[in-house]
Structure formats: C-alpha cells, structure tokens
C-alpha cells in the first residue's frame, strides 16, 4: 500500500530503463515542459535539452520587465520536472544540428567539440525567436522581450534613464520616451504596466519629476490593437491604455530605429528613449540546415499526429510545429501540441494506435492594466474590467508549473494591483541601475541624438549626414554590456 508522504518518491528509472527507447526533446518551453510530463509513466528514457537551466513563463514576462515580479517568479528549474518524471534527465547546451537520417542531435556543451546523442524519437519543441523584419537599427537599438534576460535588461534601463532624468535641471527635465513596437499582446501588456506605474508611483518614487516626465507610445502596423480578439475588446483595449494616456499610433510601421527616436514608414520621426520591440518572432535560420520540411514561415511541416512529414519518430511540437492550418504560436497551443506528441511517442512505445491531434480552444486573455483585462472564453463568452483581470489572474497562476511560483505571483500581483492609491506601498523589483553609464552613453550619443540636451541641431537629414561625417563617434552597440 502506499501511503501518501510517507512512501518515498522514485528518483530514478526503472532497473531495466537503460533499454528503453530514448526519446529526446529540444526545449524546455512551453511545449517540451510539457511533454516530458506526459511520459512521465512511458517505458522510455528522456533528455530534455536547452540552453537555459530554467522555464519561462513567458506571459509574465512583461511584469519583469516593469519591475513588478522577480524573475525567479516567472521561472521554474528545469531539472525540478524530474520530480514527477523519474525518467528524465536534463543536459544543458546549444543545439548545433539534427541529423534525422542518423537520428543524432548535435550539441554544443561547451566542452572540445561537439557531442551527438543518438535517439529513437525526438520532440522538436525549440520554439521561436524575435525577428526584425530586416528594420534598419532595430537590431542594434530596439530591446526585444522574448528571453528573461531581455525582459530584466528592459526593467533595467527603464530605471537607469529615469535616474538620469533626475539630473536634468528641474524645468526642463529630459522626458522618457518609451515606444512599444507592436499591438499585440505583448505590446499591450507592457504598455498597460507601464501606464500603471506613471499612474501609481512614479510621482511617489521620484517626486522630483512630473509624471509627465515617462511618456508610453504603442506604434502598431495595423489599425488595431490585439487582433487576436473580437473587434469589440480590440476598442475596448484601445480605450483603456488612452484613459492610462498610453497613445496610440496605429496605422504606420517602423521604418527605421535610432539611438533616441523611430522613423515611421511615413517618415514621421517620433522620440524614443527606448524602444520596445514587440512586432513578432520567427523561427531560428539555424533550423532550414536539419533537412525537415518547414512551410513559408519557416515552421516545420507536421501531419494530423504532429509527425514531422516524411520522418517516422520525429515529432514537432508548439511554435516551431505547423500543420496544415496552423495555430497560434501561444502558451495553449504549445501546452496541447507537446502533450500530443509525447503522448503519441508513448503509445508508439506501448504498440497502441496514435491519436490525431485535435486542439481544444480554451480562450484567449489578455490584461491592459489594474482591474483591466480582456479574457473570451468558450461558452462563458467575454470578460472584461475587474472580472476579466480576475480570470486572467486565476488562469495564470493555476497554468503556472511549480507550488512556488504560483504562490509568488499570486501574493505579489495582488500586493501590487491591491488596494488603493493612499494604500498602495511602491516597491519596485529592481536590479542593476546603473545611471551613471546611461549617463556616459547619452552624453557619447550627441552626434546621434535627435532630442535632448546637447543634441545635433538642425532637420533629421542634418543628423543623418553629421553622423556619418568623419570624425563622428559611433558608439557601438549602446544597449548592451
């Protein structure tokens, strides 16, 4: 009989599990978290492969990156899975190649040369990565939000300029200007949070300043925002982040990115401090050389059972998968898809049929601010303001893998979003706020400045041509370490 905390918990696989099948999964997201559990009673060895030791919850990234969570909130230690999967083991390194014909994976450890794993199946669940459409200067000035570092370099300079803006003489303090490029979620999310923030403790925080002083601006192709959701809460989410005096301008893409401003395809030249880059991902360029068939996108093609077409046993799963109608590249899918595959792989190894992967539609969400959110479900229909903000919470927290994390999230959403006003205490989750570099920085980008104090006069192609003269500095690479 086994007793419940009393019988101790299997920590390793069976005797015989040296002659299992192995079955290796690229990627500790969403999709591959989530189809190693569901072999967590398959006869099969796993390797779960990333470069990150850890899980991230992307949907709370935007909260990191606007000091609102801790990091450690939003991520889960991939090696904790094994908890409930006894079976699998977890190895850290860079994906150099898969060869399917040899059913090898080629990785990088780190070490002399590169390892290769052989496998039985293999879950290709690798996911995507931020793409700039081949924009001029987006690479190099834009900070992308995909990764937990991207999201703590956001939080990071948000705070390191606004130190910097303290120092300006008090009447003309230098504004910061934060454009968000994309009106998607994402960009949405963040643009709320940052809204929130100027509207709840900017004056408290820095009382120096006029809340004026930080500036949120969402610059979106389209002309509309989240057109993931009906054309209802599309306005709806457009009212809210312009009563929070989030502007919009929709309608214009990036044509171009600067050190301090964006070009719209118009050529409107607008100011931005930091830009935000939230237009989309695509996936890694690397993948084309693994000899898989991909569609027009770049994701790989896969059948009704999410089999790679033409290649028995290999399996693709959440952004990187595509079947012939695509999903959405969100957390749900990539849940679903992972779960199917691994469940496929397991009733391959137990010589059962497979079954076809249908996916189940439990709604999209979205929050825009403090007692703000949009959530369409199934049957319950539409939810916005308090009650939306109270389903899009209860969602996230209970899709959140690890005790730990959902009590953490939970405890400081409801700290940060609770209350009132008079009530509310700042404390924002901060880290390293080095305004003196930020400082260095903006005084070194004179010749390339469009605004501020100290930048070159004169029209945008005065600036342009002045850069390029000989003679002007070029500060290399501003954003990053």
């Known amino acids: 009989m086994v007793l419940p905390f ?16 192995h079955v290796i999964i690229l990627g500790g997201g969403f999709a591959g978290a989530h189809a190693v559990g569901a072999l967590r009673d398959a006869r099969v060895r796993v390797t779960l492969i990333d470069r990150n030791v850890y899980k991230t919850f992307q949907p709370l990234l935007y909260q990191v990156a606007t000091a609102g969570l801790n990091p450690g909130d939003v991520t889960m230690f991939l090696r904790g899975l094994s908890l409930k999967v006894p079976n699998m083991r977890y190895r850290q390194g860079e994906i150099e190649g898969v060869e399917p014909e040899r059913k090898v994976v080629r990785l990088n450890e780190g070490q002399k040369g590169v390892q290769e794993l052989t496998y039985d199946y293999l879950i290709v669940a690798n996911g995507a990565t931020t793409t700039y459409f081949g924009t001029p200067g987006a690479e190099e000035h834009a900070m992308p939000m995909y990764t937990r570092s991207q999201a703590l370099a956001i939080r990071d300079r948000v705070f390191s300029e606004l130190e910097r803006s303290t120092r300006e003489d008090a009447p003309i303090h230098d504004k910061l200007n934060v454009c968000i490029v994309g009106g998607g979620p994402t960009g949405v999310e963040i643009a709320g949070a940052l809204a929130d923030f100027r509207m709840q403790e900017l004056d ?16 979106n192709r389209g ?25 919009l301008r929709l309608g214009h893409g990036v044509k171009s990115v600067g050190y301090d401003h964006v070009v719209l395809d118009d050529d409107t030249v607008l100011e931005s401090d930091i830009t935000i880059w939230a237009a989309g991902v695509a996936i890694p360029t690397s993948v084309k050389d693994w000899g898989l068939p991909q569609d027009k996108r770049g994701r790989l093609a896969v059948d009704d059972y999410l089999q790679v077409k033409g290649f028995p046993g290999v399996y693709a799963a959440g952004d990187i998968a595509s079947q012939d109608d695509p999903l959405p ?18 009733a391959e190894v137990a010589g059962k049929s497979r079954k076809k992967f249908s996916y189940t539609n439990l709604g999209t969400m979205a929050t825009i601010g403090r007692h703000a959110a949009i959530a369409e479900i199934p049957v319950v229909g539409g939810l916005t303001g308090s009650l939306g903000w109270s389903a ?13 994390n959902q009590r953490a999230v939970a405890m400081n959403l409801i700290s940060l979003y609770g209350g009132t006003r008079a009530t509310h205490q700042p404390n924002p989750v901060v880290g390293e706020v080095d305004s003196l ?3 260095r920085i ?34 290399s690479d501003p954003i990053k370490d």
């Open 223 to 247: 002309e509309e925002l989240i057109k993931e959701f009906s054309p209802e809460f599309r306005q709806y989410a457009a009212d809210e982040l312009e009563d929070r005096g989030v502007r």
């Open 329 to 346: 590249q969100l957390a749900q899918p990539a849940i679903q898809t992972g779960q199917a595959a691994a469940k496929n792989i397991a």
């Open 6 to 21: 009393l019988t101790p918990r299997p920590t390793v696989p069976a005797k015989d599990g040296a002659s299992w099948p």
């Open 437 to 439: 570099r930020a400082a």
């Open 442 to 475: 903006f005084e070194a980008q004179a010749p390339h400045r469009y605004f501020g104090k100290g930048a070159l006069a004169g029209t945008p192609h005065d600036r342009e041509a002045a850069a390029e003269a000989p003679g002007a500095r070029d500060i």
């Open 392 to 404: 899009w919470l209860g969602v996230h927290i209970v899709k959140m893998i690890g005790h730990r």
């Open 204 to 219: 408290i925080l820095y009382p120096e300043m006029d809340p004026g002083t930080l500036q949120v601006t969402v610059l």
